[in-house]
C-alpha cells in the first residue's frame, strides 16, 4: 500500500503542477482582465466561458471518460490503438455537427444572451473554440492512461503559454475587450490541439471497432447527464444572478468565484486526474480499502489547509487580482465563504469515486442532478432577496446535499470505513479559525498579516496535534528534521 501511496503522490505532484500551469494562467489573467474591463465587460466574459462550459461538457458525451476507463483494461498495443481511433472519430463527428448546428444561429443566441446581436461573432468564434477544446480533451486522457505526467505537465504548459500570450496582445495590447478575450481562447485552443497531432498519430489505428463504440457509449451515456448537470451546477448561480440583476454583480461573483475556487483549481481536479487511473488498477487488490479511506483523510486536510489560507488571505487576493479597481472589492466579503463550499465539493466527488470504480454510474448522474435542482431551486428562492450571498449559501447548500448523498449511496455498493470522526475535525476547526479571521481586515497592512500569519499557524499546530495519529506525528517530526539538515531537500524525497 505504501507504495500506492508514493505512485499516487508522484502523480499528484506531477499533474498538480500541470493544473497549477493553465490554471495559474487563469490567476494571472485576473489582473489582466480586471485591469482592461470593466466589471460589467467582465461579467459578459463570464456568461461567454459559461457557455462554453456547457457546450464542451455536453459534445464530448464524457468519451475521453470512457477511453480512459477502459483503455485502463490489459489491452494490447493494438487494440488500445483500436480504442483511441473509436474515441477519436466519434469525438470528431460530435464536434463537426455541433460547429453545423449551432453556427447558424450565433446572431439568436447574441440575442438571447445579451438582448442585441453585437456579440453574433464573439459566439461565431466561441463554437470554433469549443470544437477544438473538446478535441483537445482525448490526447491528454491518453497521456493520463500511459501514465506519462511529464509529457502531460509540458503539453498543459504550452497551453498556459499560448493562453496568457493571446490575452496580453489581443485584451491588453490591442485593448480589443470581451472580443479580444474570446479571440485569445480560440488560439490558445487551436495551438494546443495542433500540437498534439503527432502525439495521436503515433498512438491510433485506422480502425474504427463497433464494439468498443458500443461500450463506451454505455459508460458514457449516464455520465453526459452527469457532465451537464455537473456544469449547470457550477453555471446556474451565475445565469440567475444575471437574470435578477446585471452584469456587473456577474463580474464581481466570478471575480469572488475564480479566488474562492482555488483549492479546486489546484488540488481537486489535479486529485482527480492522478489518483482514478490508479484507483482503476487498485480497485481488485485486498488493501483497497484501508487505501481509499486513508486517501481520503489526507486529502482532505490537504483541501482544508488551502482553504484556510485562502479565506484567510481573501481581501489582499481580492485587491492583488483586481489591479486595485475599487470597483472588484465587494469580491473579497464573498471569498472566504466560496473557499469553504469547496471542501464539500472535494468531499462529494471523491465519494463519487466509487460509483465509477464500480461502474454504477447511474449513481453519479442521480447525485448531480439532485444537487442541479437543488442549487435552481435555491438559487431562484434566495438570489431575489440576496443577490450574490444567495448565490453562495445555494451553492453550499447543495455540495452539502450531494456529500450525503454520494456518501449513502457509495457505502451501500461498497461499504468502507471511513475517518469520519477526524475529517469532522479538520473541516469545523477550519471554519472557526477562518471566522477569527474576518474582523482583521480592517487592520493596518502589515499588522493583519502578521495576525493572519499567526492564525494559519495556530491551525497547522492544532491540526498535527489532534488531526494526526501518533506515527503520522513522527514521520511529520522526521521530515520536518530532515528539512534544516544538511541536504535535506534531497533526504525528504527519497523519504517519501
Excluded at 508514493?6 to 499533474?15: A, E, G, P, S
Excluded at 485593448?175 to 494546443?192: P, Q, R, T
Excluded at 435578477?244 to 475564480?258: H, N, P, Q
Excluded at 477526524?422 to 477569527?436: D, G, H, K, P, Q
Aim: hydrophobic share 55%; proline share 2%; charged share 15%.
Amino acid at each position: 500500500m505504501i507504495k500506492d501511496f508514493r505512485n499516487t503522490l508522484k502523480q499528484t505532484v506531477i499533474y498538480g503542477l500541470s493544473n497549477l500551469s493553465i490554471k495559474a494562467a487563469g490567476v494571472i489573467l485576473l489582473p489582466l482582465y480586471t485591469r482592461s474591463l470593466s466589471t460589467t465587460e467582465f461579467g459578459e466574459l463570464a456568461i461567454l466561458e459559461v457557455f462554453a462550459q456547457f457546450f464542451v461538457g455536453v459534445i464530448s458525451l464524457q468519451i475521453p471518460s470512457a477511453f480512459l476507463r477502459f483503455g485502463s483494461n490489459d489491452l494490447s498495443d493494438k487494440e488500445l490503438r483500436r480504442l483511441y481511433f473509436t474515441a477519436l472519430s466519434s469525438l470528431m463527428l460530435f464536434s463537426l455537427l455541433f460547429v453545423g448546428v449551432a453556427l447558424p444561429f450565433k446572431e439568436q443566441l447574441s440575442t438571447l444572451i445579451f438582448d442585441n446581436s453585437y456579440y453574433q461573432l464573439h459566439f461565431k468564434l466561441l463554437i470554433f473554440s469549443i470544437a477544438f477544446e473538446v478535441l483537445g480533451l482525448l490526447p491528454l486522457q491518453l497521456l493520463r492512461l500511459k501514465e506519462k505526467s511529464v509529457a502531460y505537465f509540458f503539453y498543459v504548459l504550452l497551453k498556459f503559454a499560448t493562453l496568457i500570450g493571446f490575452v496580453w496582445y489581443f485584451v491588453v495590447y490591442q485593448d480589443e475587450k470581451v472580443y479580444g478575450a474570446v479571440k485569445a481562447i480560440l488560439f490558445s485552443n487551436l495551438v494546443f490541439w495542433i500540437s498534439t497531432l503527432p502525439l495521436q498519430i503515433r498512438n491510433l489505428s485506422l480502425s474504427f471497432s463497433k464494439k468498443y463504440g458500443i461500450e463506451m457509449y454505455r459508460y458514457g451515456g449516464p455520465l453526459i447527464f452527469t457532465s451537464i448537470s455537473a456544469v449547470l451546477l457550477t453555471i446556474s448561480d451565475r445565469l440567475i444572478i444575471k437574470f435578477y440583476g446585471e452584469f456587473d454583480e456577474v463580474g464581481i461573483y466570478t471575480l469572488a468565484y475564480k479566488i474562492g475556487s482555488l483549492s479546486n483549481l489546484l488540488i481537486i481536479a489535479s486529485f482527480s486526474i492522478a489518483f482514478l487511473p490508479i484507483a482503476f488498477k487498485k480497485l481488485s487488490h485486498p488493501d483497497f480499502k484501508p487505501f481509499f479511506s486513508k486517501t481520503l483523510s489526507i486529502y482532505v486536510a490537504l483541501i482544508v489547509i488551502l482553504t484556510l489560507v485562502v479565506s484567510v488571505f481573501g481581501f489582499e487576493l481580492t485587491k492583488v487580482f483586481s489591479s486595485g479597481e475599487k470597483a472588484y472589492w465587494l469580491a473579497a466579503i464573498l471569498v472566504p465563504f466560496i473557499a469553504f463550499l469547496f471542501i464539500f465539493k472535494a468531499l462529494n466527488n471523491y465519494l463519487a469515486y466509487i460509483f465509477l470504480l464500480t461502474k454504477k454510474t447511474r449513481y453519479h448522474a442521480q447525485v448531480t442532478l439532485l444537487g442541479v435542482f437543488a442549487n435552481i431551486g435555491l438559487n431562484f428562492l434566495l438570489v431575489a432577496d440576496y443577490g450574490m450571498y444567495g448565490a453562495v449559501a445555494a451553492t453550499g447548500l447543495s455540495y452539502c446535499i450531494m456529500t450525503i448523498a454520494s456518501y449513502r449511496w457509495a457505502k451501500r455498493l461498497m461499504p468502507i470505513n471511513y475517518e469520519l470522526m477526524r475529517i469532522a475535525l479538520i473541516i469545523l476547526s477550519c471554519a472557526a479559525f477562518i471566522a477569527l479571521s474576518i474582523p482583521l481586515n480592517d487592520l493596518d497592512l502589515l499588522i493583519r498579516i502578521f495576525l493572519k500569519s499567526l492564525i494559519i499557524a495556530a491551525y497547522l499546530l492544532l491540526l498535527y496535534r489532534f488531526g494526526t495519529s501518533t506515527s503520522e506525528r513522527n514521520r511529520l517530526t522526521k521530515l520536518w528534521k530532515l528539512l534544516f539538515s544538511k541536504g535535506g531537500i534531497k533526504k525528504i524525497v527519497q523519504e517519501l
